[in-house]
Structure formats: structure tokens, C-alpha cells
């Protein structure tokens, strides 16, 4: 079993930084595909980044140059460095893992934290 946390969300203005984190406790040290997911007030959760056992990263569009994912080798857990931040960045950020491969397309992540929350006030 594991158990993740998620810290490190906050409120800031538009073009700001954030760097939400994430810990984890139990059968941590074989985890694969980590990810960070967020659901904005109204709308469907959207995966913006993933990153797997090779360091390979994946992410989405609406992201991409502005957000990087990174795992703390020792922890084994994912972190999220946030630059440039825009308003339509507000949500609940949460941290999410599995034991299993990220591969290709939709990731069912097992594993998820309580999320943290992220606002970009214009």
C-alpha cells in the first residue's frame, strides 16, 4: 500500500512560481509512472505531466515549456515546478503513482494523493 501527500500549492499572480511536491509512504521504492493531475472548479481532471522510471516526461499542451515534472531519486516521489503561471492554471493539483509502466495514452494512476490547491489570481 501507499499512501502519497501533496504540498506546496499556494496562491500567486499571473506570471508567478509555484513548486508543489509530493511524499509518499509505504511500498514507495518501486514505483514507475508518476504523475500530477489537476481539476479546475467545473471542469474534467486534466493529467499535465507524467514522468517514468527512465526519467522520460510527458506532458500536456497546455503546459508544455512553462511546467516541468522531476522525481527526488532518494524519495522516489514527484515534484512540479510551475513558471509562468496563468490564471486558467488554478485548480486542485494532485500527486498520483502506480507500480506500473507509464505507457502510451490514458495513465489509471492506483495511487493518488489529496491534492493541493493552486491559484492564479490576474
Known amino acids: 500500500q501507499v499512501h502519497l501527500v501533496a504540498s506546496g500549492g499556494g496562491s500567486v499572480q499571473a506570471g508567478g512560481s509555484l513548486r508543489p511536491s509530493c511524499a509518499g509512504i509505504g511500498y514507495i521504492d518501486n514505483l514507475d509512472c508518476m504523475g500530477w493531475i489537476r481539476q479546475a472548479p467545473g471542469a474534467e481532471r486534466e493529467e499535465v505531466a507524467r514522468i517514468d522510471s527512465t526519467g522520460t516526461t510527458t506532458y500536456a499542451d497546455s503546459v508544455k515549456g512553462r511546467f516541468t515534472i522531476s522525481k527526488d531519486n532518494f524519495k522516489n516521489t514527484p515534484s512540479l515546478q510551475m513558471n509562468s503561471l496563468k490564471p486558467e492554471d488554478t485548480g486542485l493539483y494532485y500527486c498520483?503513482?502506480?507500480?506500473?509502466?507509464?505507457?502510451?495514452?490514458?495513465?489509471?494512476?492506483?495511487?493518488w494523493g489529496q491534492g493541493t490547491q493552486v491559484t492564479v489570481s490576474s
Open positions: 498520483a503513482a502506480d507500480h506500473l509502466g507509464c505507457g502510451i495514452g490514458p495513465m489509471e494512476f492506483r495511487y
